[in-house]
């Protein structure tokens, strides 16, 4: 079946530390996004990618990064420039530009230890 | 700017009764307008969507949702509320597929709790 794997579905953090975040999709779908959520404030959208080697930043970028070398693979670096990385975070992917075609990952639960 | 506003953060309902959840909209054009559901540590399911055409939009599980226009509103509502039915709720704004950007812009979600 298709769809959305992210992994691992919980991440713990040292300070200082970077941590990689994985999504990958097998429904070829073109666009790619990172969302991370918090208690009482949504979804906020961290980065997304429309295509293979190009990515934007949306709403809250810093201290984050990312690449996608392939169609599949959207991976998400929180680095330790983000002082406050406690969040949930989803990945979601659809064909370009169909908003009503998004699908979303299960998630993955980052902590600071 | 684009936003959408999800008035309650919370709501507790007690099982067999209706319920409402609101979602109000700012937005330049009319935009494709989403509801999902998401249980705790998952992701999101889509529950429904309006584009255009009849303003009423029938969902899964039994939701529905009525687009107002002239509110900028697109309220979530179930006529009998399920104990299953508790989670987190989602409204979200997208634009229309013309304009070649597929983002979605979320609410800030409205948790349901449901009452035996």
């Known amino acids: 079946d298709g769809g959305i794997t992210q992994s691992p579905k919980y991440l713990f953090r040292k300070e200082g530390q970077n941590v990689t975040l994985s999504c990958e999709q097998n429904?070829?779908?073109?666009?790619m996004y990172w969302y991370r959520q918090d208690p009482g404030q949504g979804l906020r959208l961290i980065y997304y990618?429309?295509?293979?080697?190009?990515?934007q930043k949306g709403d809250i970028a810093e201290g984050y990064s990312v690449s996608r070398e392939k169609k599949e693979s959207f991976p998400l670096t929180v680095t330790s420039a983000q002082k406050n990385p406690t969040a949930f975070y989803l990945c979601?992917?659809?064909?370009?530009?169909?908003?009503?075609?998004?699908?979303f990952g299960s998630g993955t639960q980052l902590s600071v230890l | 700017a684009q936003s959408v506003t999800q008035p309650d953060i919370h709501i507790t309902v007690s099982e067999g009764a209706s319920l409402e959840l609101r979602c109000n909209y700012s937005?330049?054009?009319?935009?494709?307008l989403f509801w999902y559901v998401q249980s705790p540590g998952q992701g999101l399911q889509l529950l429904l969507k309006?584009?255009?055409?009849?303003?009423l939009v029938q969902g899964i599980k039994g939701f529905e949702a009525e687009f107002k226009r002239s509110q900028s509103s697109f309220n979530l509502r179930k006529p009998s509320v399920h104990w299953s039915d508790a989670a987190e709720y989602f409204c979200?704004?997208?634009?229309?597929?013309?304009?070649?950007?597929?983002?979605?812009?979320f609410g800030q979600g409205t948790t349901l709790q449901v009452k035996p």
């Open positions: 979601a992917s659809n064909p370009q530009g169909r908003s009503e075609k998004l699908f």
């Open positions: 429904l070829n779908h073109d666009a």
């Open positions: 990618s429309q295509i293979v080697n190009d990515f």
């Open positions: 937005y330049g054009a009319t935009p494709y």
């Open positions: 309006y584009f255009s055409g009849d303003t």
């Open positions: 979200a704004v997208g634009a229309p597929s013309s304009s070649n950007t597929g983002k979605l812009i």
